[in-house]
């Protein structure tokens, strides 16, 4: 695909955990900034699944955003979506992309610097590293490894990176001085109260350095 812009990596979050609902908070989102959708289907049917996708990708398609479908290579098929993102327990890169083909956008999470040498060269498009911080958004994520590693992991590899776990407004800042391309975050933009002031804000981030931000309303 053509260059890609990382910096608010929008993941999705339980519907319920939305004020207004999914598709609105994604909405609202994408108003604000949000420059990638990632859809992480954790619940509801095949079908449920199958529709809320259909809608998520409409939605990103209007912003001319990307959307991803984290691990369902088959659910990323059925919906023509721009690219999968796999972690380190799903199907191998290298076969997925084998399955999606060579212009879809592909993702993979490294949770440790000893995994960035097993990437499949020439089959990865990003980096998704992490979790940086204890997340309240998997159940099962890996150990937390901090700003240091994650400028460590950042500077050890040609490919973008895009931090994810924990990243809050209050910490945005700190975590895009680690050199990273974008901020992956699920609850800073699910819970807030308004995700496009949120989104503003996030995206302002990278340019702030180390001041603070200031909280939306």
């Not at 937390?144 to 945005?172: D, K, R, Y």
């Not at 001085?177 to 989104?199: E, I, K, M, R, T």
């Amino acid at each position: 695909m053509s260059t890609v812009d990382y910096t608010v990596y929008l993941v999705t979050d339980a519907p319920e955990r939305y004020a207004n609902g999914l598709l609105k908070g994604v909405e609202d989102a994408l108003a604000g900034g949000v420059s990638i959708v990632q859809y992480r289907a954790t619940t509801g049917s095949r079908r449920y699944q199958y529709e809320t996708a259909l809608a998520l990708h409409k939605l990103a398609s209007s912003h001319r955003v990307p959307f991803i479908i984290n691990d369902q290579v088959d659910l990323a098929l059925a919906v023509d979506a721009d690219g999968v993102h796999v972690g380190q327990n799903d199907l191998p890169a290298d076969v997925v992309r084998q399955l999606i083909g060579p212009g879809k956008l592909l993702g993979l999470s490294i949770t440790t610097p000893e995994q960035l040498d097993s990437i499949p060269p020439k089959t990865v498009d990003y980096l998704g590293l992490g979790p940086i911080f204890p997340t309240i958004s998997k159940d099962n994520a890996a150990p937390a490894i901090g700003l240091e590693q994650l400028a460590w992991m950042t500077a050890h590899t040609t490919l973008p990176t895009v931090a994810i776990g924990g990243i809050s407004l209050e910490n945005a800042h700190a975590v895009f001085a680690a050199g990273v391309a974008g901020l992956a975050v699920v609850s800073a933009l699910s819970l807030s109260p308004n995700p496009a002031d949120s989104a503003k804000a996030l995206r302002s981030a990278k340019s702030k350095g180390g001041s603070p931000l200031r909280l939306p309303s």
